[in-house]
Structure formats: structure tokens, C-alpha cells
T-cell receptor
């Protein structure tokens, strides 16, 4: 079973639509959770951290369900500039002090005019 | 805005040759990382580095790979005797602390021919 699993998409949505991405992780010892976005042939960039209580940043809402080992990202009123690949990322409790990121394969989003 | 810089942006090398990928992390950061992304695949952790030593490494990071911080600013990844399957985008990242956001460089695209 993959450590972090995402629907690869692609999701093609019109501007203004609401779109939701889902992610599951296999290791119950996972410690921290994030959504990154990656534009074509660019580096991953942190979009937002995900907290158990759920958190919102403008048009973006992230939810975490530890019992189900499930993470979600909701994008409201999507813009053309939201077109990218969205990466679900988790970290594990590790013996080292540095935080190793485990990435999902990503979900591709294209927002259409 | 401070950023992680990587050089070169693209390197082509012959199979069996050694390559050194260079990174300048953000100046006050203490933790350094290398990740790689084979075309069309997910981002994979290679190694983390703190206090002048490797903190953690993945199964991918075998004896072919080594990292070094030769001076106060550079962080390098050396790949000895490159193989075709080493062709990938290599991302350097740094973070201020072990559990704070990691910032990624723009990557070096390595092509082994």
C-alpha cells in the first residue's frame, strides 16, 4: 500500500467552481500534514499546513481526520492561477531531528476559462 | 525574499560519470535536504543533513550518493558513477529548524545519457 495516496486526476473545472481533493496515508504514526502545490517543472511550494481542527486560508480549506487517516483540500471560487498539481505531504516521527517529507503522487488541477 | 538556489539548472552527463549538484540554502537555516523527482513520478526524500552530518537517509541514498557542506554556504550532492535511472529533477531544501517549513530550490534537472 502506498504511504500517501491521492486521486491523480486530472480535474478540469471551470473558473469559479469548487473542487475537492482527497488523500489517505497509511502510517498511523504520521505526525504532520501539509498541502503543497507544484507548477509544471517547478519546485513544490507549501500551500498550507493541515490541523486536526481544520483550517482555512482564504479560498482554501484543509481538513484532517486522524481516525480515518484522511486529509482533504477544498478550493472555492477557483481561479485560472490555481491550475497546478496539488501534493499531499505527511511527516513521520523520526529518530533524527530533521523532518522528512513523504509526498503523494499529486492531483493535477486545470481551471478552464 | 531569501531563497534556496541551485546550480546548474540542467546538467547532462554520460553514464558512469560523477556529478556534483550544488545548493546554497537560506543563510540562517540549519537543516538541509535533498529530494528527487523522476519525470512523471512523485517527489522522493533522499537525505537530511544537520550539524555537519547526515540526519536521515532513504533507501535510495546508497553508496553511490554523498553529501557535503564544504563551506558555510554550499550544500552539495555528489553522485558517483551515474546510471540512466538517476535521470531526475533534484531538489535541495532547507529549514530553519527540524520541524519548520522547508523551502525548496528550483531544482537541477539531471539527464544521464
Amino acid at each position: 500500500r502506498k504511504e500517501v495516496e491521492q486521486d491523480p486526476g486530472p480535474f478540469n473545472v471551470p473558473e469559479g467552481a469548487t473542487v475537492a481533493f482527497n488523500c489517505t496515508y497509511s502510517n498511523s504514526a504520521s505526525q504532520s500534514f501539509f498541502w503543497y502545490r507544484q507548477d509544471c517543472r517547478k519546485e513544490p511550494k507549501l500551500l498550507m499546513s493541515v490541523y486536526s481542527s481544520g483550517n482555512e486560508d482564504g479560498r482554501f480549506t484543509a481538513q484532517l481526520n486522524r481516525a480515518s487517516q484522511y486529509i482533504s483540500l477544498l478550493i472555492r471560487d477557483s481561479k485560472l492561477s490555481d491550475s497546478a498539481t496539488y501534493l499531499c505531504v505527511v511527516t513521520l516521527l523520526s529518530s533524527g531531528s530533521a523532518r522528512q517529507l513523504t509526498f503523494g503522487s499529486g492531483t493535477q488541477l486545470t481551471v478552464l476559462p | 525574499e531569501p531563497e534556496v538556489t541551485q546550480t546548474p539548472s540542467h546538467q547532462v552527463t554520460q553514464m558512469g560519470q560523477e556529478v556534483i549538484l550544488r545548493c546554497v540554502p537560506i543563510s540562517n537555516h540549519l537543516y538541509f535536504y535533498w529530494y528527487r523527482q523522476i519525470l512523471g513520478q512523485k517527489v522522493e526524500f533522499l537525505v537530511s543533513f544537520y550539524n555537519n552530518e547526515i540526519s536521515e537517509k532513504s533507501e535510495i541514498f546508497d553508496d553511490q550518493f554523498s553529501v557535503e557542506r564544504p563551506d558555510g554556504s554550499n550544500f552539495t550532492l555528489k553522485i558517483r558513477s551515474t546510471k540512466l535511472e538517476d535521470s531526475a529533477m533534484y531538489f535541495c531544501a532547507s529549514s530553519a529548524l527540524g520541524n519548520t517549513e522547508a523551502f525548496f530550490g528550483q531544482g537541477t534537472r539531471l539527464t544521464v545519457v
